[in-house]
């Protein structure tokens, strides 16, 4: 599923974070908040400080850095308006090779001079660990009022600039296990921040996943929470929010909300709430796989139940689609959902998007028509017996064609 901060408040659940006495006095800048207080303490940008202090220290009144951020938002914008790609290049820190490759693959789609770059203004900066520094930033077109926001980390060069980056994975601090009760968070020092709002945006998400499936009593979600693109492979993809490992029994990864790759929000809007499509999304496969292995049924089933469930149906794709007398089989969605942008299969990605519609439409007129208990006797029998059309006939007693046909007719009715 593909693609901020300032109203965090962070409650520290973990004690062992802390500091001893000796390192805040080493680093004179830090002033640790306490579990009840929930302050965040002032400091400097990019000031050397350990792993294991880096919880929140707010370094927005640090000037310099505030205006050297700035300068390279500015360069970025400018090399990405001119197609210059060596320009572009000098605005990042390349020494992590999957960020480098993220960033030339996304100027390299430019091809050439882009018109309307947002351009962006850092407003709150917050010092992380290994002198990284999380960016809070306000994205507007030239001489208009802020559109988006969004949360970039940078590093400091030896020249004294600032570039664009992503830490090392072994800058990322140890994993550790949070246990949230219905679920937990596994997730680095990194995010040790954050965990908050993941919860929140997190119970929101299986509650509504639990509103519409039964939820397995022997299965917990664990969150896997990710804030760079190198942090795990399942999350290597430039477009991918969340994804859920088939067979897991119970691991969604999840983008850090605080990261270049959960993209930006609009800024009148909550910022976490990008999160819980994806999250809902990506639950839903979870509680699929306990009842029924996801990849022993159909792509436009599996896929089209956790957009359902999400309540993402993309209904203004499939409506100019079936108004343009485009409308696909829902084989053929799962054959668009199944290959995606493979070069071989000639599909685009409004086409792989076209097909989650297909399938979420798909799964919605099932379901109003069968019910909820025949869409599970479907997909129990067809990875039984791996025959289709059979398995179709005797799971809703009219066959596959036949179904075909009423679906179209129904999505005419509901969307032309
Ligand atoms: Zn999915």
Redesign the pocket.
């Known amino acids: ?1 593909g693609k901020a901060d300032e109203t965090a408040t962070v409650s520290w659940r973990r004690r062992a974070l802390l500091a001893t006495p000796m390192a805040v006095v080493a680093t004179g800048l830090i002033r640790h908040s306490s579990a009840e207080a929930q302050s965040s303490s002032q400091g400097s940008c990019g000031a050397p400080y350990g792993q294991l202090e880096a919880l929140i220290v707010d370094c927005t009144t640090d000037g310099q850095a505030l205006a050297g951020i700035g300068a390279s938002l500015s360069a970025r914008a400018d090399a990405l308006e001119q197609g210059d790609r060596e320009a572009f290049l000098a605005t990042l820190d390349l020494r992590n090779p999957t960020w480098r490759r993220i960033q030339t693959e996304y100027f390299d789609a430019g091809r050439g001079p882009r018109s309307s770059v947002l351009r962006g203004t850092p407003v709150a900066l917050q010092a992380k660990p290994g002198g990284y520094v999380r960016a809070t930033i306000e994205f507007a077109r030239a001489g208009l009022p802020p559109t988006d926001r969004g949360s970039w980390v940078f590093s400091r060069a030896n020249d004294g600039t600032w570039r664009h980056a992503e830490p090392l994975n072994e800058e990322l601090g140890p994993r550790r296990f949070d246990d949230r009760g219905a679920f937990a968070i596994s997730h680095y020092d990194w995010d040790a921040d954050i965990l908050d709002r993941v919860a929140g945006v997190a119970t929101t998400a299986w509650a509504r996943v639990g509103a519409s499936l039964p939820l397995p009593a022997g299965v917990r979600p664990t969150i896997s929470l990710n804030p760079t693109y190198a942090a795990h492979s399942g999350l290597r993809g430039s477009t991918t929010w969340a ?2 490992l088939p067979g897991s029994r119970g691991t969604v990864l999840l983008r850090s909300p605080d990261s270049y790759g959960a993209g930006t929000s609009p800024v009148n809007e909550a910022p976490d709430e990008k999160l819980l499509v994806p999250l809902v ?2 639950m ?2 979870l509680v699929n796989d306990d009842i029924v292995s996801v990849v022993r049924i159909p792509h436009w089933m ?2 089209g139940l ?2 359902h469930v999400a309540d993402h149906m993309r209904a203004g794709e499939l409506s100019w689609a079936v108004r343009a007398g485009r409308e696909w089989t829902l084989d053929k969605a799962s054959d668009v959902i199944e290959w995606g942008t493979d070069p071989g299969r000639n599909y685009t990605s409004a086409d792989v998007s076209l097909a989650y519609a297909h399938a979420s439409h798909g799964v919605r007129y099932y379901i109003e028509r069968f019910g909820m208990d025949a869409f599970w006797t479907l997909a129990r029998d067809f990875a039984a017996s791996r025959a289709w059309d059979r398995t179709f006939l005797q799971a809703t007693g009219i066959s596959w064609e036949a179904f075909g046909r009423d679906w179209v007719a129904w999505v005419r009715t509901r969307l032309a």
């Open positions: 599923m994804a859920y999304h990506e839903t496969h599996s896929e956790a957009e």
